[in-house]
């Protein structure tokens, strides 16, 4: 059985465009999507950056939702920081009523829950050298992030909560009981009920990029878990591997549920696919120099970048593991990622300068893969 795709989209500004036509291409990619048999469309929370749309994932999920009818539409990840566990609930569980069974709600946590005079430091690795496992190109992980500050000033302007030891699991707990049969404070008589969220027909899942406290709590809570590939390949085997130690039947799943992302660019050939992913390289070091992600840029103006030995270094661990090539050359890495991961559903995020090109993308692989397409009648 062919192992199930499905998308992640940023809603990616490029150079010369705006965040409104990023919208509507999202809506466009999740329609095109769905037709080539993609079984997901998920999207981010990103604030304040100039390349990126996709900050107010409930009401881009509404309306992806609206404007599609069978692919099932989540995100990854709505930030708990930044959101209250009943405002989480309640918002997806509105979509999921108008939307019932096609509604993911993942969540996630963010390095800017930090308490007062802390900065965000990366996870410390025993690797400082490139592994293969299983033929998966494992790199060490990157140097810490060059503006830490930046991560303060913005925890600050989202009101985000400092996080404590256990807060996380807590928090996922309290929306799981939104959605069951009420959330009973300590010391309560009776348990509080969402008319909203109460039954509503939604799944739950957990997104994490280390093997800390995201992976130990999906697999504790028994709840479906996306390991973050893309953003942090150095820590994937360690994450899967803590996700699955941690697992616990629930009356969610009975057994581990894995998703493993990917960043892919496809053309028809390798060398028009590495041209078109030529940004990719200046887009992430605008994020890891702390500036988050710039307009999307040409692949000449790529091309032009100045790069030095550390700029290269800050993004060294994403080019080696951005997946790009013809269809057969991607196809056959994607299979060294699910082998690698025992993924049981890989997760492809695509951003190109055109849209077309984007577009075309998912469509060569959806061809490759073997997707099925959507009958007609269902698009």
């Known amino acids: ?27 466009d990619l999740a329609r095109e999507t769905e037709a ?28 992806i939702a609206a404007a599609t009818s069978t692919i099932r539409v989540g995100s990854a990840a709505v930030l708990l920081g930044n959101h209250s566990p009943l405002s989480a609930a309640d918002h997806f569980a509105t ?22 005079g802390e900065v965000p430091t990366r996870p410390k690795s025993p690797f400082t050298e490139t592994r293969v496992v ?19 000033r913005l925890g600050a302007l989202l009101h985000t909560r400092p ?38 027909d939604l799944d739950v899942w957990v997104l994490g990029s280390s093997p800390g406290e995201s992976a130990r709590a999906a697999g504790e809570l028994g709840l479906p878990f996306g390991a973050n590939y893309h953003v942090a390949p150095s820590a994937i085997v360690e994450t899967v591997a803590a996700y699955r130690e941690a697992f616990r039947p629930s009356k969610h799943l009975a057994e581990p549920y894995l998703v493993v992302s990917a960043d892919v660019v496809v053309a028809p050939t390798d060398a028009e696919a590495r041209r078109l992913a030529a940004g990719y390289g200046p887009w992430v070091h605008s994020i890891r120099a702390g500036r988050g992600a710039i307009e999307y840029p040409t692949p000449e103006a790529a091309e032009a970048f100045a790069w030095t030995e550390a700029d290269r270094a800050h993004v060294a661990d994403r080019i080696a593991t951005q997946i790009v090539g013809d269809p057969d050359t991607v196809a056959e890495r994607l299979r060294i990622l699910q082998t690698a991961t025992g993924a049981d559903e890989l997760l492809i995020t695509t951003v190109t300068h055109d849209h077309a090109d984007r577009v075309r993308s998912y469509r060569l692989l959806a061809e490759r893969w073997g997707l099925a397409p959507a009958p007609e009648g269902t698009r």
Do not use: C
């Not at 299983?134 to 303060?152: M, N, Y």
């Open 1 to 27: 059985m062919t192992t199930p795709l499905s998308v992640f989209d940023l809603s990616p500004i490029t150079s010369g465009s705006d965040a409104s036509q990023a919208l509507r291409n999202s809506l």
């Open 36 to 63: 080539l048999g993609f079984g997901r469309f998920w999207v981010a929370e990103h604030h304040l950056v100039p390349g990126v749309a996709s900050s107010a994932p409930a009401a881009l999920v509404a309306l």
């Open 95 to 116: 979509i999921a009523r108008l939307h019932p069974g096609r509604i993911d709600l993942g969540l996630g946590r963010t390095a800017t829950r930090l308490k007062s």
């Open 134 to 152: 299983d033929g998966l190109v494992v790199p060490p992980p990157p140097p810490q992030i060059a503006d830490p500050e930046r991560f303060t």
């Open 163 to 200: 996080s404590e030891p256990g807060q996380y699991l807590a928090e996922l707990q309290t929306i799981l009981d939104f959605l069951g049969e009420g959330h009973q404070e300590p010391g309560a008589t009776e348990p509080v009920h969402s008319a909203v969220a109460a039954g509503a």
